[in-house]
């Protein structure tokens, strides 16, 4: 009994033992996988930090490199307007020479220069440039049997203009009508037009204004002339025997769209926008003038053979006028009136100079005081005079004709100038000219 004691308990030390050895394996095998799963975690975890960095870095390199692609575009961009800018300049360059070359050439041919004539020839042939938006400088109603000059499209659309005023007026019974505003002024939408129709993509001549191409002009012009209507009714109280009565009253609004307007209209590219710049600048302005405008020497020869007159009877009589009235305006119309211009429509007959100023102002054919006229333009003034036509308030008082420009000086020829015609003299720009109207001579 002793030994079989001994021996259970020998077995159950045993037995305890080998527990214990199993426990301590399960304990160190939990804690080898344990320090695995950590250091599983653990490289996972680095793993994911280098991925997070590297994704940092990879977003990093892509936002540098976009904003390196965006300072390229925004360079690019830059030297593709200062590219077309610089082409532009050298297009007006080459336009002013050709037209010199253009005087060289009759001058040559009248001295016989025929050596002189084929280098002026070559000269033109490389600086027409009749395919750019410039090409509109040398339309001048040649080159196609129903090419027409600009001076005869701007009568024509201008009297599309008048036409539709007139309808809006005809539309209802008024007792009263009101204009606000005018159109644009015809060097901008000529401008406007030529940089649309030869700067775009298809690029369409302008140098030769026959049908087609005037309907594009026409089209520009109505772009840019908004006209807008409004009805309202005036009371008027009765006033001593005078019943009260309403007054319906019709105001057209005539908005002109600038040419920085049709840019964003028009949606111009980046030579579009440079044609438009150089077609605008002061260089190009005599150029506008000459082309759009023109001059007269008959009204200005009939002007001077009046000077000296003396009271002006001729003038306000032939008028309609039974006694002696300011007399300025009816001179300037008895002027055009013998040069048919009236008749025309060319020059209005008016007696006050707001009603002829504003005749000028809603054909689009008027200019301030620091324009530099041309011979046959009609210049407005607004004088400075206390105690006379008084201090300066924005209204005309004076008219006359443009003589001739010299040296940056106006001189004119005016009636009702101390009660008779004289020839006086200005410099450009002087304070008291108010604007001038800018007759179409055909």
């Known amino acids: 009994m002793r030994d079989g004691g001994r021996t259970i308990i020998k077995t159950a030390r045993s037995g305890r033992k080998t527990t214990e050895r199993t426990a301590r394996q399960t304990i160190k095998t939990a804690e080898r996988s344990s320090r695995k799963v950590i250091k599983t975690t653990q490289r ?3 793993t994911a930090q280098q991925t997070v960095k590297t994704a940092q870095r990879s977003a990093q390199a892509t936002v540098k490199a976009t904003q390196r692609a965006v300072q390229t575009a925004r360079a690019t961009a830059k030297a593709a307007a200062a590219t077309a800018k610089a082409t532009a300049k050298a297009t007006v360059a080459a336009i002013k020479a050709a037209i010199a070359a253009m005087q060289e050439l009759i001058a040559a041919i009248a001295a016989g220069g025929w050596v002189v004539i084929v ?8 600086g ?15 080159g196609s049997p129903d090419a027409a000059s600009p001076t005869a499209v701007i009568a024509q659309i201008n009297s599309e203009y008048a036409d539709r005023l007139s309808a809006l007026q005809t539309g209802g019974t008024y007792d009263r009508v009101e204009i606000q505003g005018g159109p644009p002024s015809w060097p ?3 401008a406007v037009f030529a940089a649309k129709t030869a700067g775009g993509a298809d690029g369409a001549q302008v140098s030769v204004l026959d049908t087609d191409t005037v309907e594009k002009l026409r089209v520009v012009f109505w772009d840019m ?27 057209i609004t005539v908005t002109p769209r600038t040419p920085d307007d049709m840019r964003v209209f028009y949606a111009f590219t980046d030579r579009q926008n440079a044609a438009l710049d150089e077609l605008l600048t002061e260089v190009t302005r005599d150029m506008w003038n000459n082309l759009l405008y023109g001059s007269s020497g008959e009204i200005v020869a009939v002007a001077l053979s009046q000077v000296g007159n003396v009271g002006g009877q001729p003038y306000w009589s032939w008028y309609g006028f039974n006694s002696r009235v300011e007399w300025c305006a009816c001179f300037v119309s008895w002027c055009a009136n013998e040069c048919g211009y009236i008749d025309a429509g060319v020059i209005p007959k008016f007696a006050g100079c707001t009603g002829g100023s504003n005749w000028f102002k809603d054909r689009g054919q008027w200019q301030d005081g620091g324009y530099e006229p041309h011979p046959g333009d009609l210049i407005f003034f607004d004088w400075n005079e206390k105690g006379g036509s008084g201090p300066q308030d924005d209204v005309p008082d004076h008219v006359g004709i443009v003589e001739r420009v010299e040296n940056g000086v106006v001189y004119t020829v005016e009636g009702n100038t101390s009660d008779s015609c004289r020839q006086r003299s200005y410099n450009v720009g002087h304070y008291e000219i108010w604007g001038y109207g800018c007759p179409i001579y055909n």
């Not at 280098?119 to 490389?126: A, D, K, N, T």
């Not at 395919?131 to 001048?140: C, K, L, M, N, T």
Request: proline share 4%; with cysteine.
């Open 225 to 251: 002339t908004k006209i807008t209507t409004a009805e309202s009714e005036v009371e008027h109280p009765a006033e001593g025997d005078t019943a009260g009565w309403t007054e319906k009253v019709l105001t």
């Open 188 to 190: 901008d939408v000529f």
């Open 119 to 126: 280098v002026v020839l070559v000269i033109c042939m490389i």
């Open 128 to 142: 027409l440039l009749i395919a750019s938006p410039f090409g509109i400088f040398f339309s001048d109603g040649g």
């Open 44 to 46: 996972t975890a680095k």
